[in-house]
């Protein structure tokens, strides 16, 4: 008999985040409309930063709620997930926090900082946006043939938003040129459609915002800027939700994860 999943729920519960309050209904959910039952642990971010925080979870889940009281913390979890290739999602924060991970430990970027947390660098990778998402519902168009397009089965949705913060499209190539995928992006601009080559940086017009990221090599690596946590009325877990749960459940059989 396989073991029961465990997921790592890294982030700084608090009753003010709504998604927090979301997440125990969505595993309920899961368990019961879909059957995949995971063992959740809340791991606050300053404890992430200690050695061997995530030992033995099959999935990792870096959730709302920033800045984090440990950008240290969420950072470590990241590259645990990544380096380790355990299943990973990251949301709002975690996303931003993905992408602050990868660009430090991957691209060389030791000193990327994010706006929000007062970094003491001039080297920002995240950013305030033009126009805040907060509270902001919006169209996601997804690349063909990607992991986020396999879990969501579409290649356009609509999400909920609820942050202030997103990459500096700068740095976008430099994370690209070493592997990270751009699969998801904001609606409008240059082309139609979620086009590789506008979503992966290519021809004119205004550039697309990144909404969602992923790596190819990686067992089951996906971030959103957009929360998953929000959508619906809770009963449902959304797509990638549902996506983490399946990857966490045959990481812990010993199988090979899939986005399906």
């Known amino acids: 008999m396989d073991r029961v999943a465990r997921i790592a729920l890294v982030g700084d519960r608090s009753p003010g985040v709504l998604a927090h309050g979301r997440i125990p209904a969505l595993l309920d959910a899961l368990a019961r409309r879909d059957g995949l039952v995971l063992d959740a642990y809340w791991i606050p971010t300053p404890d992430a930063e200690l050695a061997g925080a995530l030992d033995g979870f099959d999935a990792v889940w870096l959730v709302p709620g920033s800045p984090y009281r440990s950008e240290a ?29 990868y660009a430090r430990n991957v691209c060389g970027l030791t000193r990327a900082g994010h706006a929000e947390n007062q970094s003491a660098t001039d080297d920002l990778l995240i950013v305030p946006l033009a126009c805040s998402l907060r509270g902001h519902e919006g169209a996601v168009e997804v690349m063909p043939g990607s992991l986020a397009e396999r879990v969501l089965g579409a290649e356009r949705t609509v999400e909920q938003y609820r942050c202030s913060y997103g990459p500096d499209p700068a740095h976008l190539d430099v994370l690209r040129a070493h592997g990270l995928r751009f699969s998801g992006v904001d609606e409008g601009g240059a082309g139609s459609g979620a086009e590789a080559a506008v979503a992966d940086g290519g021809p004119a017009g205004r550039q697309r915002e990144v909404r969602m990221a992923e790596l190819p090599d990686h067992p089951f690596f996906l971030a959103t800027l957009f929360q998953p946590e929000l959508a619906g009325d809770g ?20 199988h090979t994860v899939s986005p399906h």
């Open 73 to 101: 913390g969420a950072i470590a979890a990241v590259r645990t997930a990544r380096e380790q290739g355990i299943p990973f999602l990251g949301t709002c924060g975690g996303f931003q926090h993905a992408l602050l991970e």
């Open 235 to 254: 009963t449902r877990p959304h797509p990638a939700v549902r996506a983490l749960a399946a990857a966490a459940v045959d990481h812990a059989a010993g």
